[in-house]
């Protein structure tokens, strides 16, 4: 059994991924301690878990790096915390695996699974305050993105902590293995939305493969990094659309203008587009500026929906 947790900080998910372990019936407790301690803060952080396992009568093995060498024993239940800090081990550190962290973490946690009876990750949610500024931030955020959809598609279950309440992205296995498959009645306009990295574009490209399943014909697909308002007019699957209105924002163009053509073009599209709302308000007054548009804009494309859909983890749960 291999369940995922995710959540924010500070949302609750430590004690909930604790307790889920704990009614496993483990003959073996194990915990994995990924935090590599190296300011006061960090020695604060490491002796709060210790006080909250204590008592649970867990083995702790401290893995900073290389979580393929950890071999917890077969009828071990393990819970692994945190792979945020994981994830900054294995980029960060001298010793670790740099541009290529997420590929050997996504080995090592194939290994990890296959070698214990159990085994609970907790993972964070630091996607939906949009992308960082940093080169170094950004690439760490579509590291950790990376490997908690490969874990979702690992996962026998992975649930979202928001304030303490456990909310399952996926439990059983139905079709793709998701709570979101889309029901027969979808069509018209799909909004697609979710974090950075979450993977909202994919999910759009499946569901136009889904509908154009047995056609002739093919959708088109317009990238709104780079894709000309004209084919962005003319496509059927618009990604990362909130990219395209930043471009029309930033050249001084009128954006509610270039969206009132796109939609007289047609309706019929699927749309996925980014989640920034979340975060700390932009100092750049033009930030502030673009994130509240895009909020508006997909409130507008949302009324419009004949479905909405949110990705967390590559997961889509239908959400109207």
Known sequence: MLITVTGGSGSGKSAYAEKRAGILEPEDKV???TMEPYDEESFRRIDRHRRMRAGSHYR???CYR???QVNPGEKATVLLECMSNLVANEMFSPEGRGHESATAILEGLHHLASSCRNLVVVTNNVFDAGHAAEESSEEYLGMLGQINRGLAEMS????DVICGVPVPLKLAAPEYGREGVPS?????MILITGGAYQGAEHWAQELAAREYAGSSEKP???DGRTASDEEMRSAQVLCYFQE???RVMQRGGNIDAELDLLLKAGTDRIIATQELGCGLVPVDAFERQYREKNGRISCRLAEMSDAVYRVTC????KIR
């Open 244 to 246: 395209w209105i930043r």
């Open 60 to 62: 702790t093995i401290e």
């Open 156 to 159: 026998d279950e992975m649930i």
């Open 314 to 317: 590559g997961i889509p749960q």
């Open 31 to 33: 915990y994995i301690a």
């Open 66 to 68: 290389h979580l393929e």
């Open 220 to 222: 088109v697909t317009a």
């Open 184 to 188: 027969e009645g979808d069509s018209g």
